[in-house]
């Protein structure tokens, strides 16, 4: 590909994050950002408009900003997709065939930074089909794990979800949760405020 051919191309630019954890304190959004700039300005091309957050890319989750991007694409917003690495388009193999047919049938270059992806070319598709694959079998794996990690440390004790015991707390916050189990200590405040609850309610018969 020809710097010529890049010259005054308008990109939409697709950056994502998974959780909102990163998407609030991690710099891999900055990070896509930067990146996908330093290759729009090495083409010689614009960016008409960001698609920038978080939101999941395996499947059975909803995909707005990708969606978004797909209905701009129908309307010629832009003439070219750039993003910095397959899995921020998907892994999921029930919507990255579609997604990779919608752009071309609507004429949409697809960029992985600088690097061109021919979507008329039916090899290149099964390429990034089969990478789309393996990115999604890396991404199920990878929950089914997490699910196994938050079962063991449950069984030690260690709260996953939710809030904590009412009048409860850690007495090792700071303990190692892959390894140690949980300590809960009665916090002295609310065992007062239940006692006091009892005199009232039980002892002295009020509210009855």
Known sequence: MKV????????????????????EKGESLNVQKKMILTAVNQMGGTVAKWYSGQEHSTPGHEREILDAMLADGSANIFDALIITELNRLGRDMQKLPGVLEHLRKNNVRLFIKSEEQCLSDPYKVMVLNILGAVAEGHAIEGVQKSIYSKIERAKRGWRMVGSPPHG?????????KSKENAIWEVIPEAKE????????????????
């Open 4 to 23: 010529s051919d890049t010259v005054g191309l308008k990109f939409a630019a697709l950056c994502r994050v998974s959780s909102e954890e990163q998407a």
């Open 168 to 176: 409860r707390r850690l007495a090792n916050p700071n303990a190692d």
């Open 193 to 208: 405020r239940v006692q006091w609850l009892w005199h009232l309610y039980v002892e002295k018969g009020y509210g009855y």
